[in-house]
């Protein structure tokens, strides 16, 4: 969890920069783009069509797992690499967002419409609070005292229209990036370690839950003749799916 609590902060910073400058208080252009909303939905259709679309996104993902034999062995970096591509493959054929996507999506999501800098700062923190997570390379105090000094320099609170007020802020969360290390551009190699460690964690889940459901087998009396214990890198999920 710490490497995952590290790398949101990374990813924090250069998403919720970029969104934090964007003009018209970070509406996204393509909120502006959207096609005429389609008409109206009775409750009925619209649970028929929510039952379909997951139906069809289940089916797409099973479709691809039973293609793919997964080693649950959350220490053989090879397994887990592997593990990553499937359920990357998964993500995309099932349109399903990753954890990158998804913290994006969130950020910009629940900061719509806030006017000013210090609530922006704030909401991403409660984002984060939500999902389990520390704040391990003090990015969120910083970015704070970052503003703090800026808005005693414009001797009032930043608004996110505020161009000139908004540059000095971001100036200063380049020199937190700059002490903390995080490079723009390192993004991809951000999210794809992300990617990893979950990949990890959840093979480490799956190897519990099969370790679990074997000790609960052996106490049952019409398997008391199978073998003593089977290596839990030696299963086939596929058989299970």
Not at 87 to 98: G, I, N, Q
Request: aromatic share 6%; charged share 35%.
């Amino acid at each position: 969890m710490a490497l995952s609590s590290r790398l949101f902060s990374k990813s924090k910073l250069i998403y919720g920069s970029q969104m934090l400058l964007q003009k018209d208080y970070a509406f996204p252009v393509r909120h502006y783009a959207k096609p005429s909303a389609p008409p109206a939905l009775k409750g009925d259709q619209m649970l028929k069509n929510i039952f379909v679309e997951v139906k069809k996104k289940f089916e797409t993902a099973i479709g691809i797992l039973k293609n793919e034999k997964i080693t649950i062995d959350p220490e053989d970096p090879a397994a887990v690499a592997h593990y990553a591509k499937v359920m990357k493959t998964v993500r995309e054929k099932a349109s399903l967002l990753s954890e990158a996507q998804d913290i994006r999506a969130t950020i910009e999501t629940e900061t719509q419409g806030i006017p000013d800098a210090r609530t922006y700062l704030l909401t991403l923190k409660e984002i984060r609070i939500k999902r389990g997570l520390t704040d391990d390379l003090g990015a969120e105090a910083q970015m704070i005292d970052a503003l703090d000094k800026v808005e005693k320099e414009l001797k009032k609170p930043l608004l996110r229209n505020d161009k000139k007020g908004m540059d000095l802020l971001l100036a200063e969360f380049d020199k937190i990036n700059k002490k903390l290390g995080v490079r723009r551009e390192d993004l991809p190699k951000y999210e794809d370690e992300l990617e990893i460690k979950l990949a990890k964690a959840q093979l480490e889940e799956l190897k519990k839950d099969a370790l679990e459901a074997m000790e609960t087998q052996k106490k049952r009396e019409e398997f008391k003749d199978e073998p003593e214990s089977v290596d839990v890198k030696t299963l086939d999920i596929r058989n299970f799916l």
